[in-house]
């Protein structure tokens, strides 16, 4: 396994949508591997692939609280079958937009259908934080970060921040 560097706002990669995988095969699963080792070192709740980017979609995640037995949950090529009309307004962080919390209303709950590690295509109901996780994941798979859901003023706040933290960087360099 090895730890992978987070891309941060606003690297451009993190707009691109993510392409399907075509078969589980042993680069996926390494992939999978290093994905989660990368989220538990952030500590993060999940991780999507174009986060360390590799425009696949693949996604990882692990809602397990402190001094609970780990949980980890990888889903290949994952879908969003069904939405509830019934919507939860809940804080986000996101790895990539790093020291930032802002809440976000999403559907409380979804139906989620993924391929699973061993192939398998499976479908899974999702509440509380897991539905919120989820959605927030799948959600980088297309290039959209939970930022974009805020008001124009809030959100360019957030980018302009990072844009003159980038800008800084660079000069240092
Ligand atoms: O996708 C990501 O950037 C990971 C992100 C997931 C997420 C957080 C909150 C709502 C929806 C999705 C994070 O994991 S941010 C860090 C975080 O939430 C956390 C870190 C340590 C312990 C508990 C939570
Ligand atoms: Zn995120």
């Not at 990888?74 to 937009?97: A, F, Q």
Request: glycine fraction near 4%; include cysteine.
């Amino acid at each position: 396994m090895a730890k992978r560097e987070i891309l941060v706002l606003p690297d451009q990669r993190l707009r691109q949508v993510a392409d399907t995988i075509p078969d589980v095969d042993d680069a996926v699963k390494q992939l999978a591997a290093d994905m989660l080792e990368t989220m538990y070192a952030a500590p993060g709740i999940g991780l999507a692939a174009t986060q360390i980017g590799e425009m696949k979609r693949l996604v990882v995640m692990d809602l397990a609280k402190e001094g609970e037995t780990p949980d980890p949950i990888v889903m290949i090529n994952p879908e969003i079958k069904k939405y509830s009309d019934e919507t939860v307004t809940t804080e986000e962080g996101c790895l990539s937009i790093p020291e930032i919390y802002y809440d976000v209303e999403r559907p409380a709950e979804v139906t989620v259908e993924y391929t699973d590690l061993e192939g398998k295509r499976v479908t899974r109901d999702a509440k509380d934080r897991l539905a919120i996780c989820v959605q927030h994941e799948l959600d980088h798979l297309d290039g959209v970060l939970y930022i974009d859901y805020l008001s124009r003023l809030k959100r360019d706040r957030v980018l302009k921040k990072f844009q003159k933290a980038e800008k800084l960087q660079k000069k240092a360099s």
